[in-house]
């Protein structure tokens, strides 16, 4: 979306942080809330239908767990 607002990298926004330093910051702060909402998931083994569980955590390690192509 920068690219089509002609937005510089290096700008730096209200915060004082650069556009791209704010990108790295929430992409890594994101990273976090999908490894805690893992742990929550995992809390929950045993307490719902198994089918269940043993889906959803297959659908997170085959959508999370493996890297993305150009990812960071």
């Known amino acids: 979306m920068l690219f089509f607002h002609h937005v510089l990298y290096l700008k730096r926004l209200k915060s004082g942080e650069t556009v791209i330093?704010?990108?790295?910051?929430?992409?890594?702060?994101?990273?976090?809330?999908?490894?805690?909402?893992?742990?929550?998931?995992?809390?929950?083994h045993g307490k719902i239908d198994a089918e269940c569980f043993a889906r959803v955590l297959g659908d997170w390690m085959s959508n999370w767990s493996m890297p993305r192509n150009g990812g960071m």
């Open 21 to 44: 330093r704010h990108i790295y910051n929430t992409h890594f702060e994101e990273v976090e809330q999908v490894a805690g909402l893992k742990e929550k998931w995992l809390s929950l």
